[in-house]
């Protein structure tokens, strides 16, 4: 009827390690512009 | 990039990603244009109630057609880094969840959080596993229904490995149910006659994605937006232990095979999806921060935090609209989409009910 066979492949090496590096750099970039607006290098007003 | 690749076309594959950040940023851009000025534009709550997740979808999906017709779209499709984006804006929305407020001042959003998530979540599992789903698409949807959406679902996709496309998969049936809920729920909230608080409640428990929170939650009022945040902002912090379990689960019997050596606390730490600590790391800096400041300095400081994770999401939404595909909708077939569907309804009735029990004394 229908076919679940791609969803079901396990997800390869790359992609793998695509995902650990983009949580890592979602954390560091997240926290680096969370302390850049509170010590004032990103003031109010400037994001449009 | 593979070390064999000649120079020459990883030069252009990096620019062909460069180039696709820059039409996910276009997008963004008049995305926020839209959000802006639309209401100014058209009078009336419509054109008000219409959030930016609708115009970056819109957008998206009209970017993704063009691209596709002149066959740019699989070139480009490495700069839309939808995951990226939306892990990103959650690291930042842990900067307005302060942990102390919501403790002190919503006991009753915690418990409802923990109720309707357990419920839903575990009816969902079941119900997928009845009509036979792979189980990370279980996880995935389980997850997406009784958490927050296309977040959850991202952190459950770490946890549990899923692929790409039932990533996606998810990530369209939660914009398909979000967005009609943006305008139902409240309007049924005004036939059942609830009070702000009740409707704010069965809002924040109810509808699935943030964004769709709260355009929600103003359309009923302030002290239903208000009430709405808080209940949404719980379920957001419970991610961290629904991912911790899931991993838990996945690694020590999903796919443990028979004879093989147990996972170790090495291989629940490769699953852990690590935005997660960066999203508790931006709520301790920004209780902290909140707690040296004076409170309307604070407010501002961190309204500017907020408007980056808008941005974020924008450009998570704009992605999804951009690598949105039919066949996966179709390769999927009925299946997940009843699973949602009954899962939507049940965890319609329960906030509801639960709403009802914890927040009808409740005043902001």
Redesign the interface.
Known sequence: ????K??????TRQ??RT??N??????????V???L??VGV???G??? | MTETQSPAPARSAGLHIVLGVVVVLALG?AT?FLEKNVPVWFEGDVAKAIEYPVYAIVLGLIGNAILTATGWRERLEGGF?T??FI??????L??SINLKVIVTAAGPAIIQGILLITSVFLFTWWLAGRLG??D??RALLSAAVSICGVSAAIAAA?AV??????LA?TASLVIAFALPSIFLVPWLASVFGLTDEVAGAWIGGNIDTTAAVTAAGALVGEDALAVASIVKVTQNALIGIVVIALTAWFAFRVERTPGAKAPGIGEFW?RF???V??FV??SV??TW?LGTVPAAEGK??I???N??RV?FLILAFVSIGLEFKVSSLR???WRPVVVFGSAAVLNLVLALGLALLLFSGFTV
Request: aromatic share 10%; charged share 20%.
């Open positions: 009827m229908f076919s679940m791609s969803m079901t492949e396990p997800p992609e793998s995902q650990f983009e949580d890592w750099a979602a954390t560091v970039i997240g926290l512009l969370l302390v607006v509170i990103i003031p109010p400037l994001i449009p | 851009a926020r880094r995951e990226f892990k990103t804006g959650l690291v930042l842990g900067a789903l792979d990370k698409l770490g490995q899923a692929r790409k496309e039932q998969y490769t999806p690590k935005f600590l960066g790391a931006a800096i920004a921060y501002e400081v309204a500017v935090a408007d980056l941005w390769e999927a077939g």
